[in-house]
């Protein structure tokens, strides 16, 4: 292997998960997101069998997605923006929402798209991306152009607003945080040439904002500002209990949360959450394989399903 070469793999690798590439023509091929992860849950395969008619093995966890009577539910939270889209076009009105977000991450990385003249493609090989088709999405999930930590910038794009309200346990001695989210573009990988939608997290106000991203580890504080626009609820479930992290292995951790103090916070959390229920038009659920344990899945997803359906 030619230096040159080693450089181009070393990049594909650090920007992009499980591809394939060739070198003739400088060419590589999205092979979708890498899964490597799922072994950090020696206990994933087992606990799989209880969240479908359909009897799912390791192969099925980055596609599994199904819409529930009263709530949407993924393994990967990458689906959620097949549900958002899909209340999106049933509800062309709405170009301004707020999302609650419970999460141990941010989720505002830049996917592997551009825009030129008012539409979106895949950087790789510039195929259109229709998000008035949520359907056609699946294809770009699947390939991993959209992926782990990049789902929700195109909404803030091509909305004229979004409001994100980060619920994280990270403490925030001076309570919640304000900033702008800035549309903006980035080109950190030498062999594209188109620049990548991008969203900026940023105190500077010298640029339009489309919306604002709020933080902070108290409900009540923290959803004091919300405005009434529809409102979608995104629970990831490493929010409640992140144990792996996607990247070490703890089968044992030393201070595991017990489940009563899991269900008392969901408790709390759906308290706050009763003074807007009235505007909360989507609810999905992610489980987080290889970051929140399989063990704990159904317990979290039941025990937060029934107290928000009592408010």
Not at 273 to 280: H, N, T, V, Y
Request: glycine fraction near 6%; hydrophobic fraction near 35%.
């Amino acid at each position: 292997m030619t230096m040159l070469e080693a450089t181009f793999e070393q990049q594909l690798n650090r920007y992009f998960t499980n591809c394939k590439w060739t070198q003739a023509g400088n060419e590589f091929q999205l092979q979708g997101p890498g899964l490597s992860y799922l072994g950090l849950d020696q206990n994933l395969t087992a606990n799989l069998a209880g969240f479908s008619e359909h009897k799912l093995s390791l192969a099925d966890v980055a596609d599994f997605h199904e819409a529930k009577a009263d709530y949407n539910l993924c393994f990967e939270d990458t689906w959620s923006l097949l549900f958002w889209l899909r209340y999106l076009k049933a509800n062309p009105g709405v170009k301004k929402i707020n999302i609650i977000h419970l999460d141990d991450h941010t989720d505002l990385m830049p996917p592997l798209l551009y825009k030129e003249q008012g539409e979106y493609f895949q950087v790789t090989d510039d195929k259109k991306v229709n998000f008035d088709d949520p359907e056609s999405i699946t294809d770009f999930i699947r390939e991993g152009s959209i992926n782990l930590g990049s789902f929700i910038a195109p909404l803030i794009f091509f909305l004229d607003r979004v409001n994100i309200f980060h619920l994280r346990k990270e403490l925030s001695p001076n309570g919640p945080t304000k900033q702008n989210l800035v549309e903006s573009y980035i080109n950190d990988f030498p062999y594209l040439a188109k620049d990548r939608i991008s969203i900026s997290v940023t105190d500077k106000n010298d640029e339009p904002a489309k919306g604002f991203y709020y933080r902070g580890n108290d409900m009540k504080s923290l959803i004091g500002e919300i405005n009434d626009d529809p409102t979608f609820l995104h629970i990831d479930l490493d929010y409640f209990l992140n144990q792996f992290n996607g990247n070490y292995r703890n089968d044992d951790p030393v201070e595991m949360i017990t489940h009563g103090e899991l269900e008392e916070e969901i408790r709390s959390i759906c308290a706050e959450l009763s003074r807007i229920r009235p505007q909360i038009v989507d609810v999905t659920i992610a489980t987080s394989p290889g970051f929140c344990p399989s063990t704990h899945w159904e317990l979290l997803i039941n025990s937060f399903m029934e107290y928000y359906n009592k408010i």
